[in-house]
């Protein structure tokens, strides 16, 4: 008998499997200097065990796992071109990365949760009531339509007043607040179209929405077959035409001469971040966009994220997403708030895109905009990087390329919702997975493609494109096969209850929430104080904001964020005068500020606060004495 299926299933393994694919996958869009520090990785398991956590079938925490081996590798990297090569080992914290695929959910703010009631702690920017109100929060859900055995899931975004009224009902109900009754109202109105009507309607109105697919069935698509194909992320040079400005000739960074754009170069004399002194423009909203620029935070990077002042976003995701960045308002539509935005976009060195393909191409936010204002410059190239639903831009056969889209969108069109549904046992029925798992994934690769580009655009000048998307996360995740029976059985033992009497009609908040109870029962350290950091929050009324700890460690390098979370558009548009807040794990202090003022990313001093030290040389804890 093969012991393999007798064993209990390793997570560290399964990470270590996937991490191979995943450097496999990703040939020619990493540099081989990422991947020289694979034999460097160690995935390691906490005293609670090596197990998974999650009540699904796919191997998320494995994926997660390699995803921010990754990430690990490239911060090494950019750490020798910055402080000089020298031998770095990088552990892969397998709880803490399990906790980064449900930060929403253990992210608090003066002790409450995501799904508590948080009136007055949180700024309200569910605008068009889209999240507040029952009734229209569940216009985005899956549900069965006209067709037996088929399903589709209509999306309202965050605004459910087209998507209800395309299908026949009004835009509020007020006299509709039961659970259920909802659910009843919204799928009988489903039912009254095909999936072809469906895929009509959606794209008439500009909707979001798609028929779940079973894997098999999505990779036999036009645009299944061109994803399919692509690598997780792409990375690779923008190309415009030449100006009386020549391209920035390609140079290592010993060169005489050469003045690098990771400036200031400093001597390794303390653990250092390896993104001080970058500056990111985040353009997005929700989870897997502000998730790239909240990883990127963690190296040290300078995240300003940008949201017009009557955007719509889910209030408490601000919480977990905008740690470790400053948050402004600017209205690109104003004249006097566009070019704010300009000056900004003038020192910046990434653009995180997490709209549409194509939407923010008139404000200047577009590869070849951004590589022209780079030569305008003096060619200190940009990093543009772009994270959507579907992927695929500029694929040959990728239809859906430019299709609206979130999570349970990618998680139903790909089949990850049909091999959720199978999981828990349902008869010819899809269900979309627990907890933003494909987001975060989604932004973690995200990460590792914008320091791919900025190495790249150190080494080779220039700028670069940087492209991720939902689906090809979920394409990943699928390609490696499900968990072996054999785990998938003690998952069911595990989390037998409510959780298994979940229907496809069951929204992500409740699939999400019967898990996390489940989860807590079962897994209680997963959410215990010493997997979190704690820092009094200015932009929340100096409210407590708690979030997890960074997964990775990698040996001389800092990766923590230095201040907590605020709500969108809380700090004024400028680059100057950032603080560091003080961090604390449980109840010490943290070397990322001892109440000292930020200098300007870019300073002289890579790691300002003197007493800093770090007890593994890693993220785990870098203490200072409170």
Not at 79 to 84: I, K, S, V
Not at 107 to 122: F, P, S
Not at 219 to 234: E, M, Q, R, W
């Amino acid at each position: 008998m093969d012991k393999s299926t007798t064993r209990p299933y390793s997570v560290a393994i399964g990470a270590s499997e996937a991490f191979s694919e995943l450097l496999k996958q990703c040939k020619g869009q990493i540099p081989e200097e990422f991947r020289s520090y694979s034999g460097n990785v160690k995935f390691a398991p906490s005293s609670h065990g090596d197990q998974v956590y999650f009540p699904s079938p796919c191997r998320e925490q494995d994926v997660i796992a390699a995803i921010k081996a990754l990430e690990a590798c490239a911060a090494a990297a950019i750490g020798d071109l910055r402080h000089g090569k020298k031998p770095r080992s990088i552990k892969v914290d397998l709880d803490k990365a399990a906790c980064f695929l449900m930060s929403a959910y253990l992210a608090t703010v003066d002790g409450k949760r995501k799904g508590q009631t948080t009136k007055g702690l949180i700024p309200d920017t569910d605008y068009n009531q889209a999240q507040s109100i029952q009734y229209r929060r569940l216009s985005a859900n899956l549900y069965e339509t006209k067709e037996d055995g088929r399903y589709y899931h209509i999306h309202g975004s965050l605004d459910a007043t087209t998507q209800l009224r395309m299908i026949g009902l009004p835009p509020f109900n007020p006299q509709l607040t039961d659970y259920k009754m909802c659910i009843d109202t919204i799928e009988a109105a489903v039912k009254k179209f095909t999936v072809a009507e469906l895929e009509e309607m959606n794209n008439k109105h500009g909707q979001a929405g798609v028929e779940a697919l079973e894997w098999e069935d999505f990779l036999k698509t036009s645009h299944g077959k061109a994803v399919s194909a692509l690598p997780p992320f792409t990375v690779e040079a923008i190309k415009v035409p030449q100006t009386a400005v020549p391209n920035t000739p390609p140079h290592t960074p010993t060169e005489a001469g050469f003045q690098s754009h990771l400036r200031p170069k400093v001597p390794a004399n303390g653990p250092q971040y390896t993104l001080r002194g970058i500056k990111v423009i985040e353009l997005c909203r929700v989870i897997a966009g502000p998730t790239i620029g909240r990883s990127l935070a963690a190296h040290g990077a300078q995240v300003l994220k940008v949201t017009g002042p009557e955007l719509p976003d889910v209030p408490f995701f601000q919480v977990d997403v905008n740690t470790g960045k400053h948050t402004t308002h600017l209205d690109l539509h104003n004249p006097s708030d566009l070019q704010t935005f300009q000056n900004l976009l003038a020192e910046a060195d990434v653009l995180i895109d997490g709209y549409r393909p194509g939407a923010l191409a008139k404000f200047g936010c577009d590869p070849a905009s951004l590589a022209k204002l780079a030569q305008q410059r003096g060619n200190r190239g940009f990093v543009y990087v772009a994270e959507d639903c579907f992927g695929g831009t500029g694929v040959p056969g990728a239809e859906w390329a430019g299709r609206r889209g979130w999570q349970q969108i990618a998680d139903c069109v790909t089949g990850v919702a049909w091999a959720q549904g199978k999981f828990m046992g349902l008869e010819n029925e899809p269900s979309v997975p627990p907890m933003p798992m494909s987001d975060y994934g989604t932004g973690a690769l995200g990460c590792v493609a914008a320091m791919a580009g900025l190495y790249q655009r150190e080494t080779k000048g220039g700028s670069w494109m940087c492209r991720t998307s939902l689906c090809q996360y979920d394409i990943f995740l699928l390609k490696l096969g499900l968990l072996p029976q054999q785990e998938q059985e003690r998952l069911k033992t595990v989390f037998a209850g409510p959780f298994f009497k979940l229907r496809h009609y069951d929204s992500v908040d409740k699939v999400s929430g019967e898990a996390l109870k489940a989860m807590q029962r079962a897994y209680p350290h997963l959410f215990g104080h010493e997997l979190m950091l704690k820092a009094k929050s200015k932009g929340f009324n100096d409210k407590e904001i708690r979030w997890p700890k960074e997964a990775i460690e990698v040996d001389g390098l800092l990766i923590q964020h230095e201040r907590a979370s605020r709500p969108n558009g809380f700090d004024g548009p400028s680059w100057e005068g950032w603080e560091t807040d003080l961090i604390m794990d449980d109840g010490v202090t943290t070397a990322a500020a001892v109440g000292q003022q930020q200098q300007a990313a870019g300073s002289e001093s890579m790691n300002s606060a003197p007493q800093r030290r770090n007890r593994n040389a890693t993220v785990d804890t870098i203490l200072a004495t409170a």
